[in-house]
C-alpha cells in the first residue's frame, strides 16, 4: 500500500521541479488587442508635438537668421493738406532678425518733393531707428501717392521694403471746367470759357495766363481783385495739331495759392492707328510689309487723296474701304547698297478736300549688325 503512494507523491515533485526550473513547455504570449496597444498612443502624441505648429516656427526662427527688415506701417497718410506746405512724418524700421542689417545709400525715392532720412544704416539685432520723411506739398488738388524704397544688402531680406506717402491736396481755388477737350470739328466755334472760383472766400488777382507756344490766350483784368473769376480763352488751331496733351496755367496771388493749371486734350478729326511704326530686322533690298488704319473720331465719312514718304523708303501698295475708315498696306524697303543701320521715315496720308487735317506715320527702320567669325589659324606642324 505505502508503494501506491509513493510513487504518485515522487512525480508530482518532479514535474514541480521542472517547471520552475524553466525547463517545461513554452508558455504562449499574451495577444495584445488594438485597444490595449499603447505605443500606438506614444507614436501619435510624438507626431502632434512634430506637426504644423512645429514646422512654422522651424520657419520663423530660419526666416530671422540674418538680418530683417520690418517697419511699424507702410504708408505714412498725411490726410488733407494745403497746397505748397510741408509735412513732416516718420517710419520705425527694426532689425528683426539675428545678425547686423545694412541699408543700402542713398534711400531712393519716386520724386524729388519727398526728402527721406536715415541716420543709422547699419542697424544691431533687435534694434529700431526712424526714417523721416519730410514732403513738399504741390498745388494740384486730389490725392496723391509718393514712394520710398529701402534696399537691404545681401544677405539681408526683405531686398527693397516699399513705403508710401500719401496727401490730399485740398482744392483752395477750383477751376471749371476742371479740363478742356479741343476737338477739330468743322462747326467748332473754338471759344471756350474758364471759370476760377476761391474755395475759402479770400479774394484773388490773375496775373498771367500760360501755355505752350501760346496756344491758348486769355481775356482778364490784372487789377480785379475778386472771389470768382471769369476767363474767355481762345485756342490757336494751327498750333494745338501738333500738340497732344497741354496745361494751361493762371497765375494767380492769392495767399495759399500761386497758380492753378487745367489740363486740355487735342481730337482731331482723323487718326492713323498705329501712329509709329518699327521694322527691326530689315535686310537691304528686301522689303517688309505692314498695315495700319486710318479711322475718323468722330465716325465722319471722308475719302483718302494722296500719299506721300518724306524718306522714300515707305511705300503703299493696297488701300482697302472698311465700315469705320481705311486699312492701308504699305511695305518698307532699305536699298541694297546702304551703309547705314537705323532709318526714320514717315508716310504723310491726305485727307481728299482737307488739305489740314493730314495725318502722319511714322516709320522706324534699322538693319542688324552681322558678326563675321573670325578666321580659324592653320595649324602649325612641328617636325
Known sequence: MKSYFVKPVILTVCVSLLHFSGCGPAQKPAVVTPADDTSKNITTSRTVKTGKPAVQARKAAASKKGGRLTVDKPVCDFGDVEPLQKVKGQFMLTNDGTEILEIKKPIRKSCGCTIPNLKTYNIKPGQSTPLSVTYSVGSRPGKSTKTISVDVKSPGTPRTLLLKVTTNVKKIVAAKPERFRFEFRADSKH??????????????????????????????????????????????????????????????????????????????????????????????????????KVTSNFGEEFELGETSSTGG???????????????????????????????????????????????????????PMTRTKPARRAKSTVK
Open 191 to 292: 471759344k471756350y470759357t474758364v471759370e476760377l472760383e476761391s474755395t475759402d472766400g479770400k479774394p484773388f488777382r490773375i496775373t498771367d495766363l500760360i501755355s505752350r507756344n501760346k496756344v491758348v490766350t486769355g481775356e482778364f483784368d490784372a487789377a480785379n481783385e475778386a472771389v470768382r473769376h471769369t476767363v474767355p480763352i481762345k485756342i490757336d488751331v494751327e498750333k494745338l495739331r501738333g500738340i497732344r496733351n497741354g496745361v494751361i496755367t493762371f497765375k494767380i496771388n492769392h495767399p495759399k495759392l500761386k497758380n492753378v493749371s487745367v489740363p486740355f486734350q487735342t481730337v482731331l478729326p482723323f487718326v492713323v492707328h498705329p501712329s509709329t511704326k518699327a521694322f527691326l530686322r530689315l535686310r537691304p533690298g528686301q522689303p517688309q510689309t505692314a498695315t495700319v
Open 313 to 367: 523708303y515707305a511705300r503703299i501698295t493696297d488701300t482697302t474701304k472698311t465700315d469705320d475708315g481705311y486699312r492701308i498696306k504699305f511695305t518698307f524697303t532699305v536699298p541694297p547698297k546702304e551703309k547705314k543701320s537705323i532709318f526714320h521715315d514717315s508716310l504723310l496720308i491726305h485727307i481728299k478736300g482737307q488739305p489740314q487735317n493730314t495725318v502722319k506715320l511714322s516709320c522706324y527702320g534699322r538693319v
